[in-house]
Structure formats: structure tokens, C-alpha cells
């Protein structure tokens, strides 16, 4: 049997790369790359798949290059990100030299966008994979290039553009591998296990806000009942936490209601925490989402000011942020909601209106993040436009310890300065505090806060872990 490997490089910071957005770990979390996990099942019925995450296992790149050579892959499959291509590229360039007879396939953020020209006479890559929920890297890893649609590949001196194939509404994979990614420290500020997995129930966003490079995938789900028996099979590994990494859980409705229902009927007990919106996360949703398990929903909130929210293609209010977080406080679901500072648009009136927010609103936590222009997004095209970047701009990472771009009234400088007070006037003041040391029920949950913000701290002041 062939063998296939699945590489995170190694990196000088605490990368996050997958899901075609790539960042810098705000808060020392690392969760498991998703585009891994569902590749994990699509390759496993056909070859030995193996696995070296070098971030989560902290490798070196010698240290890393010498289990690769260990594993002797046949074909590998490597993460890249925008906020850490020059070092990806070059590590590629080791493992083609260390690896000269296996097939290396680059997949993430950074090929979005005139990803062909990666695939030069002097790349080390072979092909770049644009979708990782299909069966095109089986079909390309075969020979079968024309049946690989989502592909870009090197095929003697050209490259083959992405086939056509008429868009799909759903996705089936084969039940992913979640035991193979069980000897790394990935971690979530969210979860409330150390064990925790990672699932997929739809593929992109049906939703189009300008700055999200989701929205630019298409969109597609799986079944409710494909999604269980991933579940029970997560369950049988002896896991209790699940993170949904699905962009709007309950974008498809009616299939999240039964999704629900079939977790509360077959009684599986896992805890999880998803992604949602305000405007998708209704009274009656949030209440089946409660009873089968969940504790935490992420809500994309953005903005205060409601001239922004609508700029951006948010398609909802401050109103409805404010009324979707109480409720989910009333009925007992922690909720953290992420913002973007620093859009094109953002003036010093809309920056107040945010930190004004962050004073009254009752969310469990908050990410504050800068705008950064994402290849192939709407923002990207904005911001060329209006000057605030190039073409061949490269800082990515929307963490904040680099702020990627000033608005059309607002410097890099001033951003960076809101930036800090935003997470000041969240984190760090007495009231917050005392009600998160009240919420603690373990010691893991303890140690798992304390290095949350410790770690927040650094990135914020300082600008690095």
C-alpha cells in the first residue's frame, strides 16, 4: 500500500493554517487543521496515511525533515499559509530534496489566488489541491488528472488548469481518522477537555461578507445521518468534546434541527462548541443546540457600528448581535464573539461605537482580530483599490501583532492603539475577571485560562508568545 503523509511544517511562530485561513495563534490555541481531518478519511481506504503535524509537536525543521525521511512517503500533502509563506516554501524545497520520488501537493490560503504561479519549473510542488472534501487527490494520486476538477497540476512544462464539474449541494466523506492526530497537544480556548475532535458538517458559507475568504468557496453540507456516524465514532475513541468547525452551524436549518435531535435520541453526551451567526441561531435552534450538547457558540459580531456591519455584507444589526447574546445567556450557552478592526471603511466614530459595544455587551469572551485582505475576497480588491495594499502584499495575519493595513482615515499606528484598547476594555478589568474565575469547575479549566491570557497578553503587548 502507498503511503500518503499529511505535513504542517514547521514554523517560527504558532501558526494556524487550514481552512484556507491561515493566522497567527492569538491566544496559544492550536486547533487540529480540518483540512487534514477530512482528508484523513478520504485517503485511509486506499492508502497508509501518516501524519506530522510540526506545530503541534513543536519539531524543528531538522527534527521534522528526519521523520519524514522515517515515514518514506510515496506522496505529500503540506500545508501552506499566507502568513508563513517564505518559510513553507522553503521547507518544501528541503522535503523535495529529502524526498525526491514522492509526489508533494501543496494546500491552503496562499494558492487562492494565481496559485499557478507556485507551480513553476523551479517549485518544488507538483500540484495544489483547491478543495480537500472531494475525491480529486485520489484521483490525481492514480494518474486520473483529468478527473481531478479542484486540482492545479505541473504536468511537464505547463499546468493544468481546474476542471469544471456543476456545483454540488453535498459533500459525503468516509468517516475521518481522529485517532491519528491523538498524539498532539491541540487545544481550543473554547473546549472544555483536554480530548477534544474536530468535524465538518458543511463545506464554505452561503453567506458573502466581503472581508471572510469563505463565502468565495461555494457552499455544501453533509447529512445529518453521515454527520452521527462520525459522531459515534468520535464517541467510541473514548472523546466527549467536539469543536464543529462549520462555518454557520444551522445555515441549513431544518438539517441542524435534526442533526440535534438525532444527538439528544441516541444520547451520545458529547459536549461542543460551533460557529454561528445572529441572524441563523434562532430561540428554537439555540434550544435544541443546548439539550444536545452544545455549550458555546462563536458568533461572528465584527462591528459596533451598524454603517460597517452593513458596509462589510454582514446583513444584520447591532440589535440583533445584542438580542442573540442575551439569549443565549439566558438559556445557559457561553458565547464569545470575534471582530475586525480596521476595515477600509473604519473611522474613528465606528472604532467607539465597537469599544462602546465591548463595554455593555454580555458576551464570555471576545476575539478582537484586524482586517486583513484575504486573496481572493471582495476586502482584497477594496483595498487595492483604495491604495492601502498592493498587489504582491504579503502580511496576513490578522491576530493583531502586525496590523496589515490602515483604513482610508485611520493609520496602521491608530489601529494597533484601538486594537489594544479593545481587548483592555474587555479582558481586563476586575468585573470580567471575577465572573470568569466564579465559572471555573476544573483545574484543567484554570490552567487552560490562566495560559489563554497570558498568552493573549503577550500577543497584544508585546506582539509575540
Request: hydrophobic content about 40%; proline content about 5%; charged content about 25%.
Amino acid at each position: 500500500m502507498k503511503k500518503v503523509l499529511l505535513l504542517n511544517p514547521p514554523g517560527e511562530r504558532l501558526y494556524i493554517r487550514d481552512y484556507f485561513c491561515s493566522k497567527v495563534s492569538q491566544a496559544d490555541y492550536l486547533t487540529h487543521p480540518v483540512d487534514f481531518v477530512v482528508l484523513s478519511g478520504i485517503l485511509a481506504g486506499e492508502y497508509e496515511v501518516g501524519l506530522i503535524d510540526a506545530i503541534a509537536g513543536k519539531l524543528s525543521p531538522e527534527s521534522a525533515l528526519e521523520e519524514i525521511r522515517r515515514f518514506a512517503p510515496d506522496a505529500v500533502i503540506s500545508l501552506f499559509g499566507s502568513v508563513s509563506l517564505p518559510e513553507d516554501l522553503a521547507f518544501a524545497a528541503k522535503v523535495r530534496a529529502a524526498c525526491p520520488g514522492a509526489r508533494l501537493v501543496g494546500l491552503g490560503d496562499a494558492f487562492r489566488d494565481g496559485g499557478a504561479k507556485y507551480l513553476g519549473p523551479d517549485s518544488p510542488l507538483d500540484a495544489l489541491l483547491l478543495d480537500f472534501t472531494t475525491r480529486d487527490i485520489v484521483s490525481y494520486l492514480e494518474g486520473d488528472h483529468g478527473s481531478a476538477a479542484n486540482m492545479l497540476i505541473r504536468d511537464g512544462g505547463e499546468v493544468l488548469p481546474p476542471g469544471t464539474r456543476p456545483a454540488a449541494e453535498r459533500y459525503e466523506v468516509p468517516v475521518p481518522r481522529h485517532e491519528l492526530f491523538s498524539g498532539y497537544d491541540y487545544r481550543h480556548p473554547f473546549v472544555r477537555s483536554r480530548r477534544f475532535a474536530t468535524v465538518l458538517t458543511d463545506y464554505g458559507c452561503p453567506f458573502h461578507c466581503s472581508f471572510c475568504v469563505m463565502g468565495t468557496l461555494g457552499f455544501k453540507s453533509r447529512t445529518p445521518a453521515s454527520v452521527m456516524t462520525e459522531l459515534e465514532h468520535i464517541k467510541s475513541l473514548g472523546i466527549k468534546e467536539v469543536l464543529f468547525h462549520t462555518q454557520t452551524f444551522g445555515a441549513r436549518k431544518e438539517e441542524a434541527r435534526e442533526l440535534c435531535r438525532r444527538m439528544i435520541s441516541a444520547g451520545l453526551g458529547l459536549g461542543w462548541t460551533c460557529f454561528s451567526r445572529v441572524d441563523v441561531a434562532d430561540p428554537e435552534l439555540l434550544s435544541l443546540m443546548r439539550e444536545a450538547g452544545c455549550h458555546t457558540v462563536i458568533f461572528g459580531v465584527e462591528s459596533g457600528s451598524d454603517e460597517i456591519l452593513k458596509k462589510y455584507g454582514k446583513g444584520y444589526t447591532r440589535g440583533q448581535i445584542i438580542s442573540a447574546i442575551d439569549h443565549c445567556a439566558a438559556i445557559g450557552i457561553e458565547t464569545v464573539g470575534t471582530f475586525i478592526l480596521g476595515l477600509p471603511e473604519e473611522t474613528h466614530e465606528t472604532m467607539e461605537r465597537t469599544l462602546d459595544l465591548l463595554r455593555t455587551i454580555k458576551l464570555d469572551y471576545a476575539s478582537i482580530n484586524v482586517a486583513v485582505p484575504r486573496m481572493g475576497t471582495p476586502l482584497r480588491e477594496e483595498a487595492i483599490a483604495h491604495g492601502l495594499v498592493d498587489g504582491d502584499f504579503a502580511v496576513m495575519d490578522q491576530s493583531g501583532a502586525e496590523v496589515a493595513m490602515g483604513s482610508r482615515t485611520l493609520s496602521r499606528e491608530e489601529i494597533t492603539k484601538y486594537r489594544k484598547r479593545a481587548v483592555a476594555i474587555f479582558y481586563f478589568n476586575p468585573r470580567y475577571i471575577l465572573r470568569r474565575l466564579a465559572r471555573i469547575r476544573s483545574f484543567y479549566d484554570l490552567t487552560r485560562q490562566l495560559k489563554q491570557a497570558a498568552a493573549l497578553a503577550a500577543n497584544t503587548w508585546f506582539g509575540e508568545k
